[in-house]
């Protein structure tokens, strides 16, 4: 009798092919396949699952309120309180995105750079799109399509340490607005610099005169 | 003639529903039904006002409903939202309620429209198709009553004989109208929150599970952990990281979607639950992954702005290039910042 012959559990001798999984290529690679596949997916699976549960039901009632929290402020007191703070650098790069990007979310929120000067908007631009990751620390709804840089990190944050996720969630959204400040100044600068490098002083002198005068009509509006 | 009545827009309010409706008198069909409980609601005076029709308070009277040009109502759930827009009689809800409930089909955004305020209706340009207009009458200029100064609304709620109510039941109406308006607004945010999870988050976590799933079974996670660690684990890795992110070159390709620094957020943050990073590099490392953001998107942006095509010409390198040194300088401001974490 070949060793061939012999069935694992060792006692018939009438089967022809072998069945040992331990000793035959073929099926020791089908079963590695099985076995891999699958447990491929269940570790997905299981990492699914630890966000579903960890992320989704805080988010859920977390954007609830501040869907209605939008609703009540409304839109127009915003609109006002943005072209306010869009006449100082210091409120332009700091107040002035944070309303945009709660009341308008991601990416609506650089409609309001319609409020600015031409040479402005660049550094608009910059120190919003800066913020639309921090202010998910307290707002996901404003750009629930980009949680996980935020989610990703703190969901490790939380499991180690659950008071420094408190902590972490605030120091993300003051210090995101420190830098787009600094953001927002700094490319500021480089506009400013680009335009006299480039020859457009004329042109966005134009522009600022056109805005004045676009400010001075709707000042003239609102008094009439 | 009906084309002498004023066509009036009526659009929806913030946080409201529909693209607007327009509508006028026609003949017998004048009624505006305030069906908000109390006196008739102002939105409704309105419609009254600028069209030239009559309020009649749901509340005190009865009115035909081929006599009721339009409805206005207070509903914050499904109910009254879906019963007029089921008799196609044009529904204005003053409250932000968006299509939901039993009576949803009938719903539609040419019979209703929600979150309306008096600033939300207005008189509609000359010949624009009011809903119930034949097709026949259009073209014809329309002279919209000159609303006579501070006491227009005072005149029109003149039509219908309103019953004095006490103070007491007036305090109740008007706080149990603030409760409704309460309501209304966080279930709309509910259904708003829901869509968002479920067409926006659930999605993108499949995607996120699935990719961690191949990254941790394959043993990559450790690989990657090994060669991120030395990068993540000190202020120098985390400035080049973020002088790497914030490069004019590479950063308009790292942007889309985030797509990539959220898989590295989420490698990061599996890298501190293990204890492999500790807790308050957390906080510079959230600014070095994220030095490319939006540079994929800077034109389109600044468009959406509404700026010059020279202001994108100067824009998009002003930007790029502010990052190349903002991008280091963010991970140094949080840096600094993370001992209190």
Redesign the interface.
Same mark, same amino acid.
């Given at each position: 009798m070949t060793p061939l012959l012999v069935a694992p559990w060792g006692g018939s001798q009438l089967l022809a092919i072998p069945l040992d999984v331990k000793s035959n290529a073929v099926m020791q690679g089908i079963a590695w396949f099985a076995t891999?596949f699958i447990?491929?997916?269940?570790?997905?699976?299981?990492?699914?699952v630890g966000?579903?549960t960890g992320?989704?039901p805080l988010?859920?009632?977390l954007?609830? !309120?501040?869907?209605?929290l939008?609703?009540?402020i409304?839109?127009?007191r915003v609109t006002h309180a943005v072209q306010w703070a869009g006449k100082y650098a210091v409120t332009r790069y700091t107040l002035m995105p944070l309303l945009a990007v709660i009341m308008l979310t991601n990416?609506?929120c650089?409609? !309001?750079?319609?409020f600015?000067p031409?040479?402005y908007?660049?550094?608009?631009?910059?120190a919003?799109? @800066?913020f639309?990751?921090?202010v998910t620390a307290f707002f996901p709804?404003a750009n629930?399509?980009?949680?996980?840089?935020?989610?990703?990190? @703190?969901?490790?944050?939380l499991?180690?340490?659950s008071g420094?996720y408190a902590?972490?969630a605030a120091?993300?959204f003051?210090?995101g607005l420190?830098?787009i400040l600094?953001?927002g100044l700094?490319?500021q600068?480089?506009?400013n610099?680009?335009?006299k490098r480039?020859g457009?002083e004329a042109? !966005?002198q134009k522009?600022d005169e056109d805005y004045a005068q676009g400010q001075m009509e709707r000042t003239e509006e609102a008094v009439a | 003639m009906t084309t002498d009545f004023p066509a009036v827009r009526i659009n929806k309010g913030?946080?409201g529903w529909g693209p607007g409706l327009v509508v006028r008198v026609h003949g017998d069909r004048n009624i505006v039904l305030s069906v908000t409980g109390g006196d008739e609601h102002p939105v409704a005076k309105r419609i009254a006002e600028l069209t030239g029709g009559r309020v009649v308070n749901a509340f005190n009277s009865g009115a035909p409903d081929d006599q009721v040009m339009c409805a206005v109502i207070n509903c914050g759930g499904t109910a009254r939202s879906g019963v007029y827009p089921k008799k196609r009689i044009p529904t204005v809800n003053v409250f932000?309620a968006s299509p939901g409930g039993p009576l949803q089909k009938y719903i539609t955004d040419d019979i209703y429209v929600s979150?309306v305020g008096v600033s939300n209706v207005e008189t509609a340009e000359a010949g624009t198709p009011a809903i119930g207009d034949d097709g026949a009458e259009t073209g014809q200029a329309s002279q919209p009553p000159q609303p006579d100064g501070s006491d227009a609304a005072v005149n029109s709620t003149a039509v219908g004989e309103v019953k004095k109510e006490s103070a007491f039941s007036r305090f109740i109406i008007k706080f149990g109208g603030a409760i409704g308006y309460v309501i209304t607004?966080?279930l709309?945010?509910?259904r708003?929150?829901?869509k968002?999870?479920l067409n926006?988050?659930?999605p993108?976590?499949?995607y996120?599970?699935?990719i961690?799933?191949?990254v941790?079974?394959?043993g990559l996670a450790n690989w990657i952990a090994r060669s991120v660690s030395p990068l993540a684990g000190s202020l120098w890795g985390l400035l080049l990281l973020g002088i790497i992110t914030g490069l004019p070159i590479l950063s308009p390709f790292l942007g889309p979607?985030?797509a990539i620094?959220?898989?590295?957020?989420?490698?990061?943050?599996?890298?501190?639950?293990t204890?492999a990073l500790p807790?308050?590099y957390?906080?510079p490392?959230?600014?070095a992954?994220?030095g490319q953001?939006?540079c994929d998107?800077?034109p389109?942006?600044?468009s959406?702005?509404?700026?010059?095509s020279?202001?994108v010409?100067?824009?998009?390198?002003?930007?790029l290039?502010?990052?190349q040194?903002?991008s280091p300088?963010?991970v140094l401001?949080?840096y600094g910042?993370?001992f209190?974490?």
């Open positions: 891999h447990g491929l997916f269940k570790a997905a699976a299981e990492s699914f966000l579903a992320v989704i988010l859920l009632v954007i609830t !309120f501040m869907y209605a939008t609703t009540w409304g839109e127009k990416p609506m650089y409609t !309001f750079g319609r600015l031409e040479r908007k660049p550094a608009y631009y910059d919003t799109v @800066s639309v990751h921090p709804h629930g399509a980009e949680l996980f840089v935020w989610a990703g990190v @703190s969901a490790g944050v499991k180690v340490d420094a902590r972490l120091l993300y003051l210090v420190i830098v600094m953001r700094v490319t600068g480089f506009t610099f680009l335009i480039g457009h042109v !966005f522009f | 913030a946080g932000t979150g607004s966080l709309n945010a509910g708003e929150g829901v968002l999870i926006t988050v659930i993108f976590m499949a996120v599970a699935l961690m799933g191949i941790n079974y394959t979607g985030a620094a959220q898989i590295i957020g989420v490698l990061m943050g599996a890298q501190i639950a204890g807790v308050r957390a906080l490392t959230l600014f992954i994220d953001v939006g998107f800077i389109v942006g600044l959406l702005g509404e700026a010059q020279e202001t010409d100067v824009g998009v390198p002003a930007v290039f502010g990052r040194l903002t300088l963010a401001i949080a910042f993370s209190l974490v």
